[in-house]
């Protein structure tokens, strides 16, 4: 049939003018929130020195050496693997700078995170197009994605090269992915099988994108697996999820000799501390009142429930007692049983999927709080937020079609027209206002609504736009006593460089210059380069005049500040941290209780002295270094398990010394020693040696 004008009348249906509202609406809102970010994240460019850190690994990787961060030393310094072989990939492909590979490849994900998180909601509210009437005019307006976009440290870790940006880039892919499978029937053909393994496999590559995440996407498998699926389908997804994460799980124990990432252990990531945790939690909202928009999120969800719920109410059903064929008949409450019964469909529901992914932003931001967060302002609660607000990236705003319906007893009528009808039949117009009632209150509740989704919207967009520019107090100046700063703006104050990006940048960092000159200075000799107190010294722990057999001469540089260490240094410099990130024997150590969050772990400068075989005595071992601890250090090195955790790492890679590893990981995870070496000592059942200068 076509129009009068000669287009098809379908295109003039309300229906469809209705739903290209809701998608030019969500399109208009995508493309300006995520041109907003990324104009936001490119004034925030940088690389911290975290970042910097796994570029020292892909420099080790290109060189042959393997993925270590210091040749000859099978430790593995980076928390995300997933990251450190998505740059890899990248600088192999572009053969690019790797700070500006982290960089771009960082915003990139960071970026494409957004739209793609926003597509997923607004699928998940495709069905609500019409509103609680069916009829309305729907907008999908940003929601959850201002919210993210506006919080300063979200623009900052856009482009930190750290992995935030891959974090959320898989959180959003999973997002869309798990709303698609909760729209597909429990027989969705071959095409859907295989998108059901392909939502398995991304849920499977949590533990390698964080360890973390796997709070998520376990949940994830846990939903699809326990949905109506057929038992080829649940053994389907438990391979294709488990492949990869298991068999790099093996291959970690195997050549690392550790069930986790080296920094997990470092930071004790099963360590509880509760007050840093609730100090971090306020660190991030006390700036930008980060409460009020969580709080209208949570009642946008509400009232999208309650929404929900009235629209399910106007589907008609028969009504209960009848037939289909309008007959009387009792129809009996289904059992427990039955009832039972169906609730693997329920699984792959729409409600079932937001239950999860909320459920797991959750608890991963209370495992936040539980460790303590992190040193750096906001960056470890930045992905479970944006995965708690993943079902509100987009929110359906819907004005009824006819507004001054609501309010209108009965329909506009000629007067003489209702008095005839109410005279000749009076119970046939009081019937036709009954009916009326409901789909004025439903009209009603619909407006009612609207008004409030866009008080609340305009609420968030106001928020946004008065509170993303804020900073912490002293923000760059004063890391104060909660150990939290804003490290973006730390490091931007103390190199009067507002975008910090290579590693050449950060030799403006106080030491770095110095360290360079010494590392050059000391290059063929050999020898331990400690931090002095002066930002423009360093001192060394000479190496002795004859090495012992089989040792080899080499600069050992020992700073906190791990990647622009790393990255201004030479590959043949071992670089190591006193709080064991790249370094298992101050990794082992016990965590300070009342140490700086994040840095809780300081290994006394006199055991690096010991291992690397430094000449222990004065004059040429540095003033400020203890000649017993030395000595002690070395006695405390002699450990059993001690020497068997660096055999691990140290010995020579060998079918025998991965069958080994395999089974001694389990141990040296947990694995603990006491940083005093007198203590050590005494733990190990070793003989205390005498004093070097006895009084």
């Known amino acids: 049939m076509q129009s009068t004008d000669g287009s098809p009348s379908r295109l003039r249906s309300p229906k469809l003018r209705h739903n290209k509202l809701a998608a030019a609406s969500f399109l208009i809102g995508a493309v300006a929130v995520t041109t907003f970010f990324a104009i936001g994240a490119w004034q925030r460019r940088w690389i911290a020195d975290d970042g910097l850190i796994v570029l ?33 990939f990248w600088a192999w492909i572009t053969d690019g700078q790797l700070e500006y590979v982290a960089l771009w490849v960082a915003l990139v994900c960071s970026v494409a995170a957004i739209p793609i998180a926003m597509y997923g909601s607004a699928r998940l509210f495709g069905t609500r197009i019409g509103g609680v009437t069916g009829d309305g005019w729907t907008l999908l307006l940003p929601f959850g994605a201002i919210v993210y976009i506006a919080l300063p440290p979200a623009r900052d870790f856009a482009t930190s090269g750290l992995e935030n940006g891959l974090c959320i880039l898989w959180a959003a892919l999973l997002w869309c992915q798990l709303v698609a499978w909760s729209r597909r029937g429990p027989h969705p053909g071959r095409g859907g099988a295989a998108a059901t393994l392909v939502l398995a496999f991304t849920a499977g590559l949590a533990p390698l994108v964080r360890p973390e995440l796997t709070v998520l996407g376990g949940l994830v498998l846990l939903l699809v697996f326990f949905a109506p699926l057929g038992w080829k389908m649940r053994i389907g997804v438990v391979v294709v999820a488990a492949a990869l994460p298991v068999g790099y799980q093996i291959f970690r124990m195997g050549y690392y000799a550790l069930l986790v990432p080296n920094p997990a252990v470092a930071k004790d990531a099963s360590g509880a501390k509760w007050e840093q945790g609730f100090a971090y939690l306020t660190n991030l909202f006390g700036p930008y009142v980060l409460v009020l928009p969580l709080v209208l999120a949570a009642l946008a969800g509400v009232l999208l429930i309650v929404g929900g719920r009235l629209r399910a109410d106007t589907v008609p059903t028969t009504p209960v007692g009848e037939d289909a064929t309008g007959e009387d008949a009792q129809t009996p409450a289904p059992s427990w049983r039955a009832r039972l019964g169906t609730w693997p469909g329920r699984l792959q529901s729409p409600a079932a999927v937001v239950t999860v992914v909320v459920l797991a932003g959750i608890v991963l931001i209370v495992y936040w709080m539980r460790q303590g967060g992190d040193f750096m302002h906001g960056r470890v609660l930045l992905v479970p937020l944006f995965v708690t607000l993943l079902p509100l990236m987009v929110v359906p ?99 009067g460089n507002e975008n910090p990006v290579t590693a050449e940048d950060y030799l403006d960092y106080p030491r770095m210059s110095a360290m360079v000159e010494k590392i050059d200075k000391y290059h063929k000799d050999g020898g331990v380069i400690l931090p002095s107190f002066n930002y423009d010294e360093w001192y060394v722990a000479q190496l002795p005049p004859v090495m012992p057999k089989g040792a080899q001469r080499q600069v050992t540089v020992y700073f906190l500040n791990l990647g622009m260490t790393s990255m201004n240094a030479p590959l043949d410099v071992r670089v190591i941290d006193q709080m064991g990130l790249a370094y298992p024997l101050a990794a082992h150590t016990e965590r300070l209780e009342d140490g700086r969050i994040g840095h809780d772990k300081i290994l006394p400068s006199e055991w690096v002295v010991a291992e690397a075989g430094a000449f222990p005595r004065r004059p040429v071992l540095p003033g400020y270094l203890d000649e017993d601890l030395v000595r002690q250090a070395q006695v405390a090195l002699q450990c059993p398990e001690t020497r068997d955790r660096f055999a691990s790492f140290e010995g020579p890679w060998s079918f025998e010394r991965f069958k080994h590893n395999l089974r001694q990981s389990f141990t040296f995870t947990d694995y603990r020693i006491q940083r005093e070496p007198e203590y050590e000592i005494a733990r190990c059942g070793l003989e205390m040696p005498p004093p070097v200068n006895p009084e």
Request: hydrophobic share 45%; net charge positive; no cysteine.
């Open 56 to 88: 020292r690994t892909l420099r080790n990787l290109f060189a042959g050496n393997g993925p270590v961060f210091n040749a000859g030393e099978r430790v593995e310094a980076n928390t995300s693997t997933a990251w450190t072989y998505l740059l890899w």
């Open 397 to 495: 705003l819907t004005v009824p079609a006819r507004v001054g319906a609501a309010f209108r007893r009965r329909a506009s009528r000629d007067a003489d027209s209702v008095i005839a009808d109410d005279v000749a039949e009076p119970s046939t117009a009081v019937a036709d206002d009954a009916a009326a009632q409901p789909d004025r209150r439903r009209t009603r509740a619909q407006l009612i609504g609207a008004v409030a989704m866009a008080g609340m919207w305009v609420t968030v967009v106001v928020w946004a736009v008065t509170t993303h520019g804020n900073v912490l107090p002293n923000a760059g100046i004063d890391i104060g006593r909660s150990g939290i700063v804003d490290e973006r703006r730390f490091y931007v104050t103390n190199m």
